[in-house]
């Protein structure tokens, strides 16, 4: 519940900001040197010239990116703009000289696509991020690769997960934990197949494991995609994937890999899923246990049930400034992104390989974990 209340206030506050910022365009944009030459002295026509050059924007951003990231893209030029008009304030006030405002204009264009630009290139470019780890049960050394929210189609197609699978490949991982959002609502079935077969490329000692995130099973009848769960974990299978459903595997007869049913299937798909505290009652409690949640909200039970470490995705690593840390002031997340010890429980959030719809990161990236796990 506490998820679905922070998208829906984010999207309240992305809707009451988006008619703020086209308010606010169309002031600045009328009192422009071209606008008010075209617009005479008709303030109705100065303010129509205004929509329509704002529209036309819009339009074409929709058109080129999508709808939400145009409106991504709206919110950043009018909070540019606004800094602009601050530090030009400052400058009238200290030099006692009048800046044109076309000048103000221009210079919160570019700083704002300069801005975007960086942002993109923080979502289409991924970095390999590590941890080191130590346990005192007998585990000897495991090198864990973690990826989450791939979202299969945002930033990269089926086919070309393959040049991560060969990053993943170079950093010669004892086993693989993909750890939810493979998919995405909108995956196509040929890029999700083809992802799938990316994945059988893997190089592994012990594997690869997936466990569900809050979109891989889809929403409703998934006739827009052309498959459901079912179909996904048949791919998956079929390529050499483990898929854990609330399910436990010893391997190797070291350590423990739970994958955890996603909290969606509690809060919107009706179902249910084993406590932490359950699962971990069947368990030999001297060997290494990882828990695969994609979701980090269930911290406190968790810790209690002694889990060794869980790993988790979901966030984006908080997606964009100033809201990355929304989901834990509400209540939604306990972390939004990176490493946590809690008593015995390491804790570790990852920002995902890619992202969900939006084609930009500010104050976080996207990356792929390497953790080193040694014993003590």
């Not at 709808?67 to 400052?90: G, K, P, R």
């Not at 306990?334 to 995902?352: A, N």
Request: proline share 1%; net charge negative.
């Amino acid at each position: 519940m506490n998820g679905m209340l922070m998208w829906a206030g984010i999207a309240l506050a992305v809707i009451v900001a988006a008619v703020g910022a086209f308010i606010f365009l169309i002031n600045r944009l009328m009192k422009l040197g071209f606008i008010q030459r075209f617009g005479g002295s008709k303030k109705s026509r100065k303010i129509l010239l205004s929509i329509v050059i704002i529209v036309a924007g819009f339009a074409i951003c929709s058109i080129w990116m999508s709808a939400i990231n145009a409106i991504i893209v709206l919110l950043h030029v009018i909070l540019i703009w606004a800094i602009c008009d601050l530090i030009m304030f400052i400058i009238r006030k200290v030099t006692k000289r009048d800046i044109a405002r076309e000048i103000n204009a221009i210079a919160a264009i570019v700083i704002t696509v300069a801005y975007l630009c960086s942002c993109y290139y923080m979502l289409f470019h991924v970095w390999q991020t590590n941890y080191s780890l130590t346990t005192s049960k007998t585990l000897g050394s495991l090198r864990i690769v973690q990826f989450a929210d791939s979202h299969v189609g945002t930033s990269f197609s089926g086919k070309e997960l393959i040049k991560y699978v060969e990053e993943i490949n170079s950093c010669n991982p004892d086993v693989v934990l993909i750890t939810g959002d493979f998919v995405d609502d909108s995956t196509s079935f040929v890029d999700m197949k083809d992802a799938c077969e990316a994945l059988s490329h893997l190089e592994t000692k012990y594997g690869v494991y997936f466990s569900f995130g809050n979109h891989d099973k889809g929403y409703g009848d998934n006739s827009s995609r052309g498959y459901d769960g079912t179909m996904l974990i048949s791919q998956l299978e079929a390529n050499g994937v483990t898929v854990l459903q609330d399910d436990i595997i010893l391997v190797d007869d070291l350590f423990y890999i739970v994958g955890r049913q996603d909290k969606s299937e509690e809060t919107q798909r009706g179902s249910s899923r084993l406590s932490a505290q359950e699962i971990m009652a069947s368990l030999d409690d001297s060997k290494y246990v990882i828990f695969m949640d994609h979701q980090p909200n269930d911290y406190d039970n968790e810790e209690a049930a002694g889990c060794d470490l869980v790993l988790s995705g979901h966030t984006h690593g908080g997606q964009l400034l100033p809201v990355n840390e929304v989901g834990v002031w509400i209540g939604a997340n306990d972390k939004t992104y990176g490493y946590e010890r809690r008593s015995g429980t390491d804790f570790i959030v990852t920002s995902g390989i890619s992202d969900w719809e939006i084609l930009f990161k500010s104050g976080c990236k996207s990356e792929f974990v390497v953790i080193d796990v040694t014993d003590v």
